[in-house]
């Protein structure tokens, strides 16, 4: 079946440091592509998305591009705050494993000052 | 914006209990779901409903029931509550197979 694996962290950062976060995939159809963040004591919500090979998605300057010959969406962002501490995960949406989602472990991140 | 809206942020109940889980969003989306999010398992499915009055288990659906009477409402059961079910619920909705949105999660201790 489908699946979803990243790396469990924790990570720890200094702030200002580069962040990768690796998340590869599995997937029987076609799927779109999610990072999802989660802040202590809150949900879940959408950073950004990717519904296409190549796409790139981006926001509050997190990056990630849908990479289909590598199966891969890792997660950057050029310089880490103190605030992007938080736990996040990767997740697929396959037309072709039904409407679920599939999550990854997630991946807890601490940025220090 | 969407919102998605549990009924509570803190909940505590004794052993045995009947508990009741609420989750209302506001978009008209076809789907919701129930998580719950235990340390060091991540999200684990528990039940999700494409449509009014349809349900469909997850990975873990023992122990618990849900009810969609509504398309905005989504309601996870705990029938007899035990101390194993001590977790973080979270419910979400989304239109098709497009992203998911949460609501702010349940914290439920069982006593």
């Known amino acids: 079946g489908d699946s979803v694996t990243q790396m469990e962290g924790p990570v720890t950062l200094s702030e200002e440091a580069f962040l990768t976060i690796n998340c590869t995939y599995t997937a029987t159809g076609y799927p779109s592509l999610f990072w999802y963040v989660q802040y202590p004591g809150e949900g879940l919500q959408l950073l950004l998305k990717a519904t296409k090979a190549d796409d790139k998605g981006s926001n509050k300057g997190f990056e990630a591009t849908y990479r289909k010959e590598t199966t891969s969406f890792h997660l950057e962002k050029g310089s880490v705050q103190v605030s992007d501490s938080a736990v996040y995960f990767c997740a697929l949406s396959d037309p072709g494993y039904g409407q679920n989602f599939v999550f990854g472990p997630g991946t807890r991140l601490s940025v220090l000052p | 914006d969407v919102k998605v809206t549990q009924s509570s942020r803190y909940l505590v109940k004794r052993t045995g209990e009947k508990v009741f889980l609420e989750c209302v969003q506001d978009m008209d989306h076809e789907n919701m779901f129930w998580y719950r999010q235990d340390p060091g398992l991540g999200l684990r499915l528990i039940y999700f409903?494409?449509?009014?009055?349809?349900?469909e288990k997850g990975d873990i659906p023992e122990g618990y029931s849900v009810s969609r009477e509504k398309k905005e409402r989504f309601s996870l059961i705990l029938e007899s509550a035990s101390t194993n079910q001590t977790s973080m619920y979270l419910c979400?909705?989304?239109?098709?197979?497009?992203?998911?949105?949460f609501g702010p999660g349940t914290r439920l201790t069982v006593l």
């Open positions: 409903s494409y449509d009014v009055k349809m349900k």
């Open positions: 979400a909705s989304s239109s098709r197979v497009d992203e998911q949105f």
